[in-house]
């Protein structure tokens, strides 16, 4: 093999030993930091494990925000409108969290309730987030299917 | 009436693009000397009708004419002024409208800056750029009109502007963000319009040097702004979150960076051609991929705008339609790029190779987390996940240690070949005293041994080191060190401002990360709360009112040892229009480390819950960032890019070329002169 090919190889070689150690490390570190995402009619129906990290969202049902006076504990209903789930968790919330709007939060289940490390609310008035959206449209498809499509205008 | 006006022009500068990115490049490549001369013109006229357009968005803004409706959903009457100017960023249209004007700017700085350039490369350039232009105008025209009116009803009163958006930052970062961003379409028509013309030479590298440096450093203070903003205005505490919508302008500096330095290696040493090509492709198809993503409305996200699948689909297209055709031409090209391997296993290039290498594969690292959820979401059939900041940090952070090991031996080594035994004696003392300094000086402040922060300390001072070796070494056989110093040249020393920078931003992100506290508390007003060296007593609010919202207003007295510092005054505003709540952070920022308090919200009993922060070097992510501009800046300042035409076996064959060009459009001319 002439020199400057040998150079070559070597150079690619080094190219491609460094890329798939990469990639390999990518993958790993990705299978170890990927969140799933759950509605609250999926928590309801056991598909989530406990101790499990997981985000959930919905909308946060309307009276339901109890603030603890002493500490920051507070403790909400997140809800899809077919199911509700309790959410608790020690801190601040974001500004634009809201009764009756979207939410999205971080964290596990225990016992039926969500524990959350971190909660976040959409981003403006008139963008719902791709979460929230979906974890509705789903609850949504689930209650027409539930209820006939004649009857469900009364409802 | 005058919104149309401005309709009208963006119509026109669509027309003025699509003929500048037709006659010329035929002329450049037929040799018609008069297309060619099209190119300068056809582009300030580009350049003068969007910027009628966007002084006719700004009029609209300032005259509250809420008859159109991209003013009726981001301003208000009661809006302060200067944000009715900005405000024309403040949204979909609009911004795009500025980022069009933007790439019209950079044309416009090619024409005028290019003197040393031959006419037919600089009208390839222009024409490359002119169909990119075209591209973005037909975008607006088609899909994300900013004029278009709501008539006959028109709002009374307009939406107001995203009170987030309300602040300084928002007058700043965006035109920095996308003036970097658009810049690197002007490395791409470079690189674009060598393919085309065959000359993948030094000298070109050589033009796209100073193109490559300027876009570079305005994306390093654009994307520095947009932490900085983030970290005063969203008020957790952090600089940066990995956020989908953060990621492309990264991804997009990492190729950056890497191409600023595979273009030295093509200018110096004539290797590295392809590969340059390509890095200037990707980069630009970088930033149109961040286009996309804050555009189509696939992400969540404080950047993402409403979103409209017709728009995603046309970004989607335009960048395929950009990349394939570029990847063509280069694949047709590929035999013109052939590169000598006239160097050794250690010398300069191979280095640089290595920091490409891994620059591309952070790159690449970032870009797989920031698409998985998309992909993951299309496969699966609509399931979603969200990859975190834990994964970008596991690979980004191993790899910039890396990155920095290479640098100092890089930059301290020789072109074609350097002996182990070189490189030994100069950085010998240099590698001992780092780890030493490292593992000793985070143990004497804080009385603590922290591997982390000993590993950070050390490669920052291996690179500070690094860079004081390397200009002992330069100025080592010069008469004083005064005339040594005065001997380096102005792009040497623009570099190791810049590597200075890249330390400081390493020592600023790790220690920040390593050190900073945070505490969550409810506190009465009177109650006093200690964190670190600090206590905070809390004096209680009172009512505040804006020009456009109303508010509480804190005060904290902050203390020392028990001796009194200052007063900090968090805020929670209102605004009025929009009903929206925003908190107003108080910081205490200096060299060493920030205080940093938010509000939280008050209880019925009176008590307000709240976040303090102790946030050391911080300010060091940002002084870092504009030691990297400023070395860019300085390094394009270097005379040798704008010397005329330098004669080289290159530049004999372009006179060549244009003779014969000049004879062919003679040639062409003939019938017209006959009538």
Redesign the interface.
């Given at each position: 093999m002439k020199p400057?090919r040998r150079?070559?190889l070597?150079?690619i070689a080094f190219?491609a030993t460094?890329?798939s150690v990469?990639v390999g490390?990518?993958l790993y570190?990705?299978s170890?930091?990927?969140?799933?995402?759950f509605t609250p009619t999926q928590v309801a129906a056991g598909e989530v494990s406990s101790g499990q990290r997981i985000?959930i969202g919905g909308m946060v049902k309307e009276g339901s925000v109890a603030?603890s006076?002493?500490?920051?504990h507070v403790e909400f209903i997140a809800t899809d409108y077919n199911n509700d789930l309790l959410v608790r968790y020690?801190?601040?919330?974001p500004?634009?969290f809201r009764e009756g709007q979207g939410v999205v939060a971080e964290g596990m289940v225990a016992d039926g309730v969500f524990q959350a490390s971190r909660v976040l609310a959409?981003?403006?008035?008139?963008?719902m987030?791709?979460?929230v959206k979906?974890a509705m449209d789903a609850a949504e498809r689930d209650r027409a299917d539930a209820v006939p499509a004649g009857e469900s205008n009364g409802s | 009436m005058v919104p149309e006006l401005g309709q009208l022009t963006l119509i026109l500068s669509f027309c003025l693009c699509v003929i500048l990115g037709t006659l010329p490049l035929i002329g450049a490549g037929t040799g018609n000397r008069q297309w060619i001369g099209l190119a300068r013109p056809l582009t300030a006229g580009v350049f003068v009708f969007l910027s009628l357009s966007l002084l006719v968005l700004g009029y609209s803004f300032v005259t509250d004419d809420f008859s159109v409706a991209f003013v009726a959903q981001h301003s208000n009457s009661l809006l302060p002024i200067q944000y009715k100017i900005t405000a024309v960023w403040g949204g979909h249209e609009g911004s795009f409208l500025f980022w069009t004007w933007m790439l019209s700017g950079w044309m416009l700085a090619v024409a005028i800056f290019s003197k040393a350039m031959p006419d037919d490369f600089v009208a390839r350039v222009l024409g490359v750029m002119g169909l990119i232009g075209a591209g973005y105008t037909l975008f607006m025209i088609a899909t994300s009109n900013p004029f278009d009116r709501i008539l006959p009803l028109s709002p009374a009163d307009g939406?107001d502007l995203?009170s987030?958006l309300q602040d300084f930052g928002f007058i700043i970062h965006p035109p920095s963000l996308y003036m970097g961003y658009v810049g690197f379409s002007v490395v791409f028509a470079f690189a674009i319009a060598a393919l085309l013309s065959g000359r993948l030479d030094s000298a070109w590298a050589r033009w796209s040097r100073p193109w490559a440096n300027a876009a570079w450093a305005i994306l390093t203070i654009g994307i520095a702004l947009g932490s900085w903003w983030a970290y005063y205005e969203l008020?957790w505490g952090g600089w940066w979150a990995w956020d989908p919508v953060e990621n492309p302008p990264m991804i997009t500096w990492l190729l950056g960076t890497a191409l600023i330095h595979s273009l030295a290696v093509t200018e110096k040493r004539g290797v590295f051609k392809s590969w340059t090509v390509l890095l200037a492709i990707m980069a630009f198809a970088a930033s149109l991929l961040g286009t996309f993503i804050t555009r189509s409305g696939?992400?969540?996200?404080?950047h993402?705008f409403?979103?409209d699948p017709t728009r995603g689909i046309y970004i989607l297209g335009f960048l395929g339609l950009v990349v394939g055709g570029s990847l063509l031409l280069f694949a047709l090209r590929a035999p013109l790029m052939k590169s000598?391997?006239g160097f050794a296993?250690i010398s300069r290039e191979v280095f640089l190779?290595a920091n490409n290498?891994i620059l591309v594969?952070a790159s690449?690292?970032i870009l797989?987390?920031t698409l998985?959820p998309m992909v993951y979401q299309a496969v699966s059939g609509?399931?979603?996940?969200?990859?975190?900041p834990?994964?970008f940090n596991?690979?980004f952070v191993p790899?910039m240690a890396i990155l920095v090991l290479f640098q100092v031996v890089g930059s301290i080594s020789r072109w074609k070949k350097t002996s182990a035994e070189y490189l030994r004696r100069q950085l010998g003392l240099v590698a001992i005293a780092a780890v030493v300094l490292g593992v000793v000086l985070p143990l004497v402040v804080t009385f603590e041994f922290n591997f982390g922060a000993s590993i950070a300390t050390a490669l920052g001072l291996w690179i500070i080191l690094g860079i004081l070796q390397d200009i002992r070494i330069k100025i080592s056989n010069k008469a004083s060190t005064v005339s040594g110093l005065k001997s380096l040249a102005v792009s040497y020393i623009g570099m190791q401002i810049a590597h200075l920078g890249f330390a400081t931003i390493l020592l600023g992100a790790s220690l920040t990360s390593i050190y900073s506290v945070e505490k969550?508390?409810?506190l009465d007003a009177g109650e006093t709360v200690d964190l670190g060296a600090y206590d905070f007593v809390f004096q209680g609010t009172e009512p505040v009112q804006g020009p456009n919202f109303v508010g509480d207003r804190a005060t904290f007295q902050v203390m020392k040892n028990d001796v009194y510092q200052r007063d900090l005054h968090p805020e929670k505003r209102v605004y009025t229009q929009?009903g929206?709540?925003?908190?107003e952070m108080a910081i205490d920022a200096g060299f060493w480390r920030d205080l940093f308090i938010?509000l939280?919200?008050p209880?019925?009993?009176g008590?307000w819950?709240?976040?303090i922060h102790i946030k050391p070097f911080v300010r060091w992510v940002w002084l870092g960032a504009i030691l990297m501009a400023l070395g860019g800046v300085v390094a394009v300042t270097d005379k040798r890019y704008r010397r005329l035409r330098v004669k080289t076996l290159a530049g004999e064959e372009t006179a060549r070329s244009l003779k014969s060009g000049a004879d062919k459009s003679a040639e062409a001319l003939q019938p017209v002169s006959q009538q």
């Open positions: 400057h150079k070559k070597t150079i190219i460094g890329l990469a490390l990518s570190a990705l170890n930091s990927i969140d799933l995402f985000r603030r006076e002493e500490s920051l020690d801190g601040i919330l500004d634009l959409k981003h403006d008035e008139n963008y987030s791709v979460e979906a | 939406a995203n987030a008020g696939l992400l969540t996200s404080v993402a409403a979103s000598e391997f296993a190779l290498i594969v690449a690292a797989l987390g998985y609509g399931e979603l996940i969200s990859v975190g834990p994964y596991m690979i790899l969550s508390v409810l929009s929206t709540p925003s908190t938010t939280g919200e209880r019925e009993s008590a819950s709240m976040t």
